[in-house]
């Protein structure tokens, strides 16, 4: 792995990536979609192109000469599928084509654990993948159409399943700075977390191993919403959580949807991000990181996130979510 090309670079996990890579010495090219986001990697040794999921022409500049690419960006929002289906789905596969055509040799898709309904036991690989959300349909739908291009090829295709994502750039963290999250749901049910830089490095060594496969990965142990937040409020007293009962914000959100519709920008506020927050998903512990011979930096929660919250201090960030700007 010598030429990397990270799609998503100004988002969330795209950037710890970008930084995990540059910090080894590799200068990674970044795909940009809105250049006015381009002045948060400023800090990092790394190549950007300007280029977007629906344009075709950008995507054969930004894997010209690349042997590998580690790709997250979509509309990376719970909203419906015709929505999301154009970058996920479309915006995919035409960069697979693209890298393709150009002789790239490793291809790294983050996909979701929402691909799962939910489930009575942990996730294995032999879990079916039967989403009802429409963000995990596009994303199982372009899980597929990779598949079935890579097999078209010599590209080695790696598909990573992440959980819930966290790390002092993550929109939820956002909103803990300020002191106060809303849980739509009883914050009962257990899910799957992983902390930004292990989902990084997992993304990454896939890409260095030229590992092949479709698995979830997550860390070693699950969490209800309700210990997660416990957790965070150990070391930021003033936090809380607030509660809204299920039915109440899926009505909420179903009222707010046709302004949101109207508006015309990305938002997480959606019956589909009401779903999904309550659904019960956890992951069977090192699935995934037994595979690339690799030991989770954050363990579980209690190592993740006191480690989040020490990053909350030292910087400045704008979520792509919150970004209006172009």
């Known amino acids: 792995m010598r030429r990397v090309l990270i799609t998503g670079g100004t988002g969330f996990i795209g950037y710890e990536v970008a930084k995990l890579l540059a910090g080894c010495g590799l200068q990674p090219r970044l795909l940009v979609r809105r250049p006015l986001r381009a002045p948060l990697l400023s800090s990092l040794d790394a190549v950007l192109v300007q280029g977007d999921l629906e344009s075709a022409d950008s995507l054969d500049r930004a894997v010209a000469g690349v042997d590998t690419v580690i790709h997250l960006a979509a509309r990376a929002v719970f909203e419906e599928y015709s929505l999301v289906r154009p970058t996920i789905v479309d915006g995919s596969t035409a960069l697979m084509r693209a890298a393709a055509r150009a002789g790239v040799q490793k291809f790294v898709y983050a996909s979701s654990l929402l691909v799962y309904e939910e489930q009575k036991g942990p996730i294995d690989a032999s879990t079916p993948a039967t989403a009802r959300l429409g963000y995990g349909k596009a994303k199982r739908e372009a899980e597929a159409a990779l598949a079935e291009l890579a097999a078209a090829t010599s590209i080695a295709l790696a598909v990573v399943r992440l959980p819930h994502v966290y790390g002092a750039r993550d929109l939820m963290f956002e909103q803990v700075r300020r002191g106060r999250v809303l849980m739509p749901g009883n914050g009962s049910n257990e899910f799957a977390h992983l902390h930004v830089t292990d989902a990084a490095r997992v993304l990454i060594r896939a890409a260095e191993r030229g590992w092949q496969g479709v698995l979830p990965v997550a860390d070693d142990q699950p969490a209800s919403w309700r210990e997660f937040f416990a957790e965070i409020r150990k070391y930021y007293p003033r936090f809380r959580e607030v509660a809204v009962p299920q039915w109440v914000a899926t009505l909420a959100t179903h009222v707010l949807t ?59 960030w704008v979520h792509p979510i919150l970004d209006r700007g172009r």
């Open 258 to 316: 046709p302004f949101r519709r109207l508006r015309g920008v990305p938002s997480l506020h959606t019956p589909a991000a009401v779903a999904g927050w309550n659904l019960n998903l956890a992951v069977t512990p090192r699935l995934l990181w037994n595979e690339l011979e690799l030991e989770p930096e954050f363990p579980t929660i209690y190592q993740g996130i006191p480690a989040a919250l020490d990053e909350c201090i030292a910087f400045r």
